[in-house]
């Protein structure tokens, strides 16, 4: 069964910094991945995904990259803003079931 | 539509009703997924149409919920004699094609509806 894994699950940085969100899964049979942000009382905006042949994407201040082989995804954001403070969710599609879901950072950009 | 609408926003039942939550995704989208939010947990499967058939009804947590999707389109989750433990956020996703045959799908998700069972 997959299980999707994100470090830290709260991460607090000051404005400008650029920082760095881990994921893993168990499973490496991945298809593709998936991340996106999730805003308090809201629902989840994607904003990048990576197909499993792919090493990396790249959108804006935010870059995604891919180790399959090691089961481990990461988002960079560049230059933090307060506007990025979100919970961020990494999914994965593998198996039958469409995206498994790890628990999200929980990110604060401190102005 | 521009996105995926779901209504009510907000639902507060009493132990023991019925409720039905809603799902309109965007136009044209062929495939449809509901998923849950727990306080404190990660979004949970409960299921997903290709067209108007469920494929996988497996992440369905008891008898008490269903859904159907109709015309390809709106799809309605319900559950029956909710408890307390049903109270969460219900998220519904959809995408152009199908994410498990399509590996350059994005899912796009609505805004949730919330259920509180008191």
């Known amino acids: 069964k997959q299980e999707v894994t994100q470090i830290p699950a709260a991460l607090s940085v000051p404005e400008g910094e650029n920082l760095v969100l881990n994921c893993s899964f168990t499973?490496?049979?991945?298809?593709?991945l998936q991340w996106f942000r999730q805003d308090p009382g809201k629902g989840l905006t994607s904003l990048l995904l990576i197909q499993s042949s792919q090493r990396e994407q790249t959108s804006g201040r935010l870059n995604a990259s891919l180790d399959k082989s090691s089961g481990r995804s990461t988002l960079y954001i560049a230059a933090s803003q307060p506007g990025d403070s979100a919970t961020y969710l990494c999914?994965?599609?593998?198996?039958?079931?469409?995206?498994?879901f790890g628990k999200g950072t929980r990110l604060s950009v401190i102005a | 539509g521009a996105g995926v609408s779901q209504s009510p926003s907000n639902k507060v039942t009493e132990k023991g009703k019925d409720v039905e939550l809603r799902c309109d995704p965007i136009?044209?989208?062929?495939?449809l997924y509901w998923y849950r939010q727990s306080l404190g947990q990660g979004l949970e499967f409960l299921i997903y149409f290709q067209g108007n058939s469920a494929p996988d009804k497996s992440g369905l947590p008891s008898d008490r919920f269903s859904a159907e999707r109709t015309g390809g389109s709106v799809s309605t989750l319900t559950i029956q004699r909710t408890q307390q433990e049903d109270s969460a956020v219900y998220l519904c996703?959809?995408?152009?094609?199908?994410?498990?045959?399509?590996?350059?799908?994005?899912?796009?998700f609505g805004q949730g509806t919330r259920l509180t069972v008191v």
């Open positions: 996703a959809s995408s152009l094609d199908p994410i498990l045959t399509q590996l350059n799908t994005e899912a796009f």
């Open positions: 999914a994965v599609v593998s198996g039958n079931t469409p995206l498994v």
């Open positions: 136009s044209g989208h062929t495939a």
């Open positions: 499973d490496s049979a991945i298809y593709n």
